[in-house]
């Protein structure tokens, strides 16, 4: 994985466990006056997460492709 990826899946995996942890404690947030809904912090959980499983699968399955093809490459010259 490069490093920027790691970083970035790092990252949202950070965030997504600071919102499951305020939903567990039920910590109060007030920004700027405004009470923040501890509810809000389900979205704030759960799109995170998907985001830095989406991102890792992708990075993934560019790893096997791009250690695939020079094997099927060396197979097609072999055969000929």
Not at 6 to 32: D, G, K, N, P
Not at 43 to 70: D, H, Q, V, Y
């Amino acid at each position: 994985m490069k490093p920027v990826t790691t970083i970035v899946v790092v990252l949202l995996i950070i965030i997504s466990i600071a919102h499951l942890l305020r939903l567990i404690f039920q910590v109060e947030v007030i920004a700027a006056g405004f009470y923040i809904p501890v509810w809000l912090s389900i979205f704030g959980c759960i799109i995170p997460a998907i985001l830095a499983l989406m991102l890792w699968r992708e990075n993934s399955t560019e790893i096997i492709k791009t250690k695939l093809i020079p094997l099927k490459i060396i197979r097609k010259k072999d055969s000929q």
